[in-house]
């Protein structure tokens, strides 16, 4: 891949009481999708928030499309708006319509007008299936329906990285599907994106490589057939062990 | 059915023995007659309702300015980081002094200490300052109704609106402070019941609003009467939002409930 890297993370440390990121390294390149596998506590989402800004870092660097995000005087806000993120708990607006959820940043931000954030949010709502759920409040949507929805509000910002940050952990399990198939759509798509997730079998499915991580280090770094079927370090072995185990691969 | 006839004579009961606690009570036919005159009740009518019409100005005006000013304060207190400390410590500061002063005291003080500095472009008026005092005391209040509002919405709508390129005001704005206004509603209401009768205070300042005009009343009947026209009107103006917020407060928890249930 010759184009320039989408994301490059270097030496990302982060400590809240305690060391919860210590010396990250990862690069994405366009239209890659890298999966974050690990145990709850091994530092997954505080990496995605780190690179979403919505954490600061103590040291090392992210590089977002070639802009240092942690430089002086760098306009966050600018920053965010080309990076979408989707929570665990989907997070949508309860006060506002599907519409006005997926519409409301294009128009305060990118200043469209309501017709034109309308008409590309329909586009975006019909093409994940929403469309007829437009005007309905959040709290009248199912778990999966209300992800769709956060999914598709981000989107509609033209984001050129997505964050997945165990989208479909909140979800009872036979809505995790919808979700899930709306990210290989993503994928297929060419979405850069970066998902932590428990879902393995998904995570082998879709992703270009996989992280492995534990106690806030990357310990293994693969294409996901060769983590999956044949893992280096014994840690790794371990957890899939577990994960196996537990019937979830 | 049956609780309804048993609602009903429980309450005939007890209305009877009240009627006649009182009206055998020694001194009743005196208390008749200073407080509940038929004739001057009519003759009170005639002035009384007219001089309500200020409370309602000055309960109106004063709403409009506390609902911006408090939510101003609200939002200075909230601010994050130590650059604010400043804005928060005066927010946190007004609060707890407006809170702490007795309304009467702060009319007063307002009321006859600000016009006689003779400042020249300062407004002199017994109303302007009366009207002043009650939106500095109950902003004090209604800003910890906001803020206890804006601390309701969850840190997790702050993040999603931050992460999708959404300034931190615009954020507040569309975001944090429609919720958190909704949420407050039935609690703001109550506080305005209570600014409704304390629009009464700004007759010490000379005013002739109902309770003013109730006094003069009084004064030349010798007869207690008009104070019950003017407690009555009072009553009417306020039972009407009593049960309006009864009813937000119980539609809210309809809501809740009929979602919990499809849940």
């Known amino acids: 891949m010759s184009a320039a890297p989408v994301l490059q993370i270097e030496g990302l440390h982060k400590s809240f009481a305690h060391e919860v990121l210590k010396g990250i390294d990862l690069v994405l390149q366009p239209h890659e999708v890298v999966c974050l596998i690990g145990a709850s506590g091994s530092g997954k989402s505080t990496l995605l928030r780190c690179v979403n800004l919505l954490e600061y870092i103590d040291s090392g660097r992210v590089v977002f499309l070639g802009q240092d995000m942690n430089s002086p005087g760098i306009d966050v806000d600018a920053v965010r708006r080309r990076m979408g993120i989707v929570f665990q708990a989907f997070n949508l607006f309860p006060h506002m319509t599907v519409l006005r959820n997926v519409t409301l940043a294009p128009r305060k931000i990118l200043g469209l007008g309501r017709d034109e954030a309308e008409t590309q949010a329909i586009t975006l709502l019909e093409r994940f299936g929403l469309a007829d759920k437009r005007d309905e409040y959040p709290d009248r949507l199912s778990g999966g329906q209300q992800q769709r929805v956060a999914i598709v509000r981000a989107l509609a910002m033209r984001p050129e990285l997505m964050l997945l940050d165990e989208v479909t952990s909140a979800l009872d399990p036979e809505l995790v599907a919808e979700v899930l198939d709306v990210i290989r759509e993503l994928a297929t798509s060419g979405m850069t994106m970066l998902i932590a997730t428990h879902e393995m079998s998904f995570a082998r499915d879709i992703a270009n490589r996989v992280c492995f991580l534990e106690e806030g280090v990357i310990l293994e770094e693969a294409p996901p057939d060769e983590i999956f079927s044949s893992p280096r370090n014994p840690r790794t072995q371990q957890f899939l062990q577990r994960i196996i185990a537990a019937g979830r691969l | 059915m049956r609780s309804t006839l048993i609602a009903l004579a429980s309450t005939v009961v007890f209305a009877v023995v009240v009627v006649l606690v009182v009206s055998t009570s020694p001194g009743w036919p005196e208390v008749r007659q200073q407080f509940f005159n038929g004739e001057i009740f009519r003759d009170a009518l005639h002035t009384i309702p007219s001089a309500?019409?200020?409370?309602?100005?000055?309960?109106?005006?004063?709403?409009?300015?506390?609902?911006?000013?408090?939510?101003?304060?609200?939002?200075?207190?909230?601010?994050?980081?130590?650059?604010?400390?400043?804005?928060?410590?005066?927010?946190?500061?007004?609060?707890?002094?407006?809170?702490?002063?007795?309304?009467?005291?702060?009319?007063?003080?307002?009321?006859?200490?600000?016009?006689?500095?003779?400042?020249?472009?300062?407004?002199?008026?017994?109303?302007?300052?009366?009207?002043?005092?009650?939106?500095?005391?109950?902003?004090?209040?209604?800003?910890?109704?906001?803020?206890?509002?804006?601390?309701?919405?969850?840190?997790?709508?702050?993040?999603?609106?931050?992460?999708?390129?959404?300034?931190?005001?615009?954020?507040?704005?569309?975001?944090?402070?429609?919720?958190a206004v909704r949420r407050v509603i039935p609690p703001l209401l109550n506080d305005f019941i209570g600014l409704q009768k304390d629009t009464a205070l700004v007759a010490l300042l000379g005013p002739v609003e109902a309770f003013r005009q109730s006094q003069i009343e009084v004064a030349s009947s010798f007869n207690y009467t008009p104070y019950l026209v003017t407690a009555i009107l009072f009553v009417l103006l306020t039972i009407p939002l009593a049960r309006f917020t009864d009813w937000l407060v119980l539609r809210d928890r309809r809501r809740q409930l009929a979602l919990g249930a499809a849940r």
Do not use: C, M
């Open chain 2, 52 to 179: 309500f019409v200020l409370n309602i100005k000055i309960f109106l005006i004063a709403e409009a300015i506390i609902l911006v000013f408090a939510l101003l304060i609200a939002v200075l207190r909230s601010l994050p980081g130590p650059v604010f400390f400043p804005l928060r410590a005066l927010a946190i500061g007004y609060t707890d002094l407006f809170r702490g002063i007795p309304t009467i005291l702060v009319i007063y003080l307002l009321g006859f200490g600000v016009p006689a500095l003779q400042l020249s472009g300062v407004p002199r008026g017994e109303l302007f300052w009366g009207v002043a005092a009650l939106v500095l005391v109950y902003s004090a209040y209604v800003a910890e109704v906001y803020r206890a509002g804006i601390e309701s919405v969850h840190p997790s709508q702050e993040a999603a609106a931050r992460s999708l390129g959404l300034s931190r005001t615009k954020t507040l704005r569309y975001v944090v402070l429609p919720q």
